[in-house]
Structure formats: C-alpha cells, structure tokens
C-alpha cells in the first residue's frame, strides 16, 4: 500500500517527445583537424582510431577527407559564396568597347559640323559671287 501511495505521490516524468527543428552544423578549425589527423597518425593499435572517432564525435569520412584536403592543400578554405575573379581581357575589351563608342560619337559630330562649314562656305561663295 505504500508503494501506490508513493507511485501516486511522484508521477513518473516523460521526456518531451518533440524533435527540435534545426540543428546547427558543426564547423571545425584548421587546427583542430590538424590536431586529430596528428593524432590518428599517432595511433598505433587496433581499435585506437576508433577510440578517437567516438571520443571526439567525428565520422571516418571526415577524417579520411582532412586526409585528403591536406595531401591535396586545401585545407584552409574559406566558406562562404566564391568570389568570381572577372578576367583583365574581358574589362579590357568594355573598356575599348566604350572608348571606341565615344569616339565614333565624337566622329560623326564633326563629321556634321565639317559638313555644316562647307555648306556655310558655298552659300558665301554664292553670295559674293552674286554682289559682284
């Protein structure tokens, strides 16, 4: 009898059955897999790797990809969006592109104004040739 008296006393307690909605990623430093491929290398016997997998809370794959990031040097890499490097010729060629534009604009502005001057010279030619 005591023990429904202390069972109805102390409800048992449930754990809250909702899963939380986002997890964050985990962002390891170069150091830090600097310092668990050093000491993977260090691991001698069977069973020691692993040992060091489920105590630091990292898969295989990760450390089999640091294995390769460093063979390869690629193991600082900045995250984020990559930065488009814009080729010199293409900037080059806008450049001369607009140059070019502007002087054909400038090219036909005196081109109309040469025009106008040698119609202004006729018509005075004209005129003294009519005054005489």
């Given at each position: 009898?005591?023990?429904?008296?202390s069972a109805a006393a102390h409800p048992?307690?449930?754990?809250?059955?909702?899963?939380?909605?986002?997890?964050?990623?985990?962002?390891?430093?170069?150091?830090?897999?600097?310092?668990?491929?050093?000491?993977?290398?260090?691991c001698t016997e069977p069973g020691q790797?692993?040992?060091?997998?489920?105590?630091?809370?990292?898969?295989?794959?990760?450390?089999?990809?640091?294995?390769?990031?460093?063979?390869?040097?690629?193991?600082p890499k900045k995250r984020g969006p990559?930065?488009?490097?814009?080729?010199?010729?293409?900037?080059?060629?806008?450049?001369?592109?607009?140059?070019?534009?502007?002087?054909?604009?400038?090219?036909?502005?005196?081109?109309?104004?040469?025009?106008?001057?040698?119609?202004?010279?006729?018509?005075?030619?004209?005129?003294?040739?009519?005054?005489?």
């Amino acid at each position: 009898m005591d023990e429904k008296k202390s069972a109805a006393a102390h409800p048992r307690v449930v754990p809250n059955p909702e899963v939380p909605e986002k997890t964050t990623r985990r962002k390891f430093t170069v150091a830090y897999k600097l310092r668990i491929l050093k000491e993977a290398e260090s691991c001698t016997e069977p069973g020691q790797i692993g040992a060091l997998l489920r105590r630091e809370g990292v898969y295989s794959s990760s450390l089999s990809s640091w294995r390769r990031q460093v063979a390869q040097g690629l193991l600082p890499k900045k995250r984020g969006p990559v930065a488009r490097r814009t080729d010199p010729l293409v900037r080059r060629n806008a450049e001369l592109e607009k140059e070019n534009a502007r002087l054909t604009h400038k090219l036909k502005q005196a081109e109309l104004i040469i025009s106008v001057q040698k119609k202004v010279a006729e018509l005075l030619k004209e005129s003294s040739e009519e005054k005489s």
